[in-house]
């Protein structure tokens, strides 16, 4: 069984109204391909996932944390491969394989159990802005090759987990196109993720609730675990717009960029039911703050990934070296200690960063 097309032909699928969830099997909606995909949402097929014999919930559910990997396209850009818009970090699957090679075996070096894919920008719609729409499928496959290879290299379980990010700018949600688009792309980027072998699927950086859910349900279709993390602010600016030494600004009630809440985020999700719900790319001064709240409104597996440096309009990132290893890692212990299951780093994140926190996650 290699695909999600002939897995959800081999098991067996009931009719309207939906299952829930019940004694570790889940139920789920099913798609066999983009044809069928509209039917089956529609209809409500659903397959059995049974979380108790899946690797990723069996090791999630031993309470010991999780480590996530760094950044990848910042990691690109500071060793010198081109990152430039639109294709931002899909440019190295062409340009840079080996590269992006070397980051995924640096963070396992670094101690990760989780790698994610190189996918975050090899939507269709991204790559028709470069003129190589064509390409979309090989594109996401070869780099979930890339993370395989790595992950098979070390004699240790990895956890290969499938990109999948907003269809447009994370920090933009007035962008976030139609629910039409976003059923059509999300499937079929779930779908290449899946069927190239992912371990679980990360639906990341999501700025609005629309797209997080369209996106983790396409997700959820495919079989696979689904982590579902969101891009947050003080009352829902945009992390780059921040002013960090503004205190009263800092504080005030964290929001996803769409302006709605973290509270509501984590109900809208509740009829996926993902492994886990994180918060991702967000600077350390407010990120702690994140956490309680997510704590608060979800009683399941939550997990953090923070960002060092800031966005850039041209770039696409600006590195710095505010924040180090080490600090990073004294704060993200604090997280650990309260209970997060996954941790790891976003945006400005290196290796060094993954190797810290190793050092606290033992
Ligand atoms: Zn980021």
Same mark, same amino acid.
């Given at each position: %069984?290699?695909?999600?097309?002939? %897995?959800? +032909?081999? @098991?067996?699928? /009931?009719?309207?109204?939906? *299952? *829930?969830e019940s004694s570790g099997r889940h139920w789920i909606p099913v798609f066999t391909g983009m044809t069928e995909f509209a039917r089956t949402i =529609?209809?409500?097929d659903y397959i059995v996932i049974d979380r108790q014999a899946n690797p990723f919930f069996q090791r999630l559910s031993t309470g010991r944390p999780l480590l996530l990997d760094g950044a990848t396209g910042t990691e690109l850009q500071r060793r010198g491969v081109d990152t430039g818009l639109p294709l931002w970090s899909a440019r190295a699957l062409i340009e840079a394989p080996a590269v992006l090679q070397a980051i995924h075996a640096d963070y396992l070096d670094a101690g990760a159990d989780i790698i994610t894919t190189n996918t975050f920008r090899t939507h269709r719609r991204t790559l028709e802005r470069a003129g190589i729409g064509a390409r979309t499928r090989e594109l996401t496959q070869l780099a979930v090759q890339l993370a395989q290879v790595a992950a098979q290299s070390v004699d240790r379980k990895i956890f290969v987990a499938g990109s999948m990010s907003p269809l447009e700018d994370c920090y933009a949600p007035e962008l976030v196109p139609p629910a039409g688009d976003l059923w059509i792309e999300h499937a079929e980027m779930a779908?290449? @993720?899946?069927?190239?072998?992912? &371990? @679980?699927?990360?639906v990341e950086t999501m700025n609005t609730i629309r797209e997080?859910?369209?996106?983790? *349900?396409c997700a959820a279709a495919t079989g696979l675990?689904?982590?579902? =993390?969101?891009?947050v602010g003080p009352a829902g600016l945009p992390p780059d717009q921040v002013n960090l030494t $503004? #205190? +009263?600004e800092t504080r005030s009630?964290?929001?996803?960029? =769409?302006? +709605?809440?973290?509270?509501?985020?984590?109900?809208?999700?509740? =009829?996926?039911?993902?492994?886990?719900?994180?918060? $991702?790319c967000v600077p350390l001064a407010f990120i702690d703050r994140a956490f309680e709240e997510l704590r608060a409104a979800h009683s399941g597996?939550?997990?953090?990934?923070?960002?060092?440096?800031? #966005? &850039? &309009?041209?770039?696409?990132? /600006?590195?710095?070296? &505010?924040?180090?290893?080490?600090?990073y890692a004294r704060q993200a212990q604090q997280w650990v200690q309260h209970g997060a299951a996954i941790v790891g780093g976003c945006c400005g994140t290196t290796p060094a960063h993954i190797a810290a926190l190793r050092q606290i996650i033992l």
């Amino acid at each position: %069984m290699d695909t999600a097309g002939e %897995m959800a +032909e081999s @098991l067996p699928r /009931t009719s309207f109204p939906r *299952r *829930r969830e019940s004694s570790g099997r889940h139920w789920i909606p099913v798609f066999t391909g983009m044809t069928e995909f509209a039917r089956t949402i =529609s209809y409500g097929d659903y397959i059995v996932i049974d979380r108790q014999a899946n690797p990723f919930f069996q090791r999630l559910s031993t309470g010991r944390p999780l480590l996530l990997d760094g950044a990848t396209g910042t990691e690109l850009q500071r060793r010198g491969v081109d990152t430039g818009l639109p294709l931002w970090s899909a440019r190295a699957l062409i340009e840079a394989p080996a590269v992006l090679q070397a980051i995924h075996a640096d963070y396992l070096d670094a101690g990760a159990d989780i790698i994610t894919t190189n996918t975050f920008r090899t939507h269709r719609r991204t790559l028709e802005r470069a003129g190589i729409g064509a390409r979309t499928r090989e594109l996401t496959q070869l780099a979930v090759q890339l993370a395989q290879v790595a992950a098979q290299s070390v004699d240790r379980k990895i956890f290969v987990a499938g990109s999948m990010s907003p269809l447009e700018d994370c920090y933009a949600p007035e962008l976030v196109p139609p629910a039409g688009d976003l059923w059509i792309e999300h499937a079929e980027m779930a779908r290449d @993720l899946a069927q190239a072998g992912c &371990d @679980l699927l990360l639906v990341e950086t999501m700025n609005t609730i629309r797209e997080a859910v369209i996106a983790a *349900r396409c997700a959820a279709a495919t079989g696979l675990p689904v982590c579902v =993390s969101f891009v947050v602010g003080p009352a829902g600016l945009p992390p780059d717009q921040v002013n960090l030494t $503004n #205190a +009263e600004e800092t504080r005030s009630e964290l929001k996803l960029l =769409s302006g +709605e809440s973290i509270v509501a985020a984590v109900a809208a999700l509740r =009829s996926v039911n993902p492994a886990a719900i994180l918060i $991702n790319c967000v600077p350390l001064a407010f990120i702690d703050r994140a956490f309680e709240e997510l704590r608060a409104a979800h009683s399941g597996p939550i997990g953090l990934y923070a960002n060092v440096g800031h #966005a &850039d &309009d041209q770039v696409g990132w /600006t590195l710095t070296d &505010d924040v180090l290893p080490a600090a990073y890692a004294r704060q993200a212990q604090q997280w650990v200690q309260h209970g997060a299951a996954i941790v790891g780093g976003c945006c400005g994140t290196t290796p060094a960063h993954i190797a810290a926190l190793r050092q606290i996650i033992l």
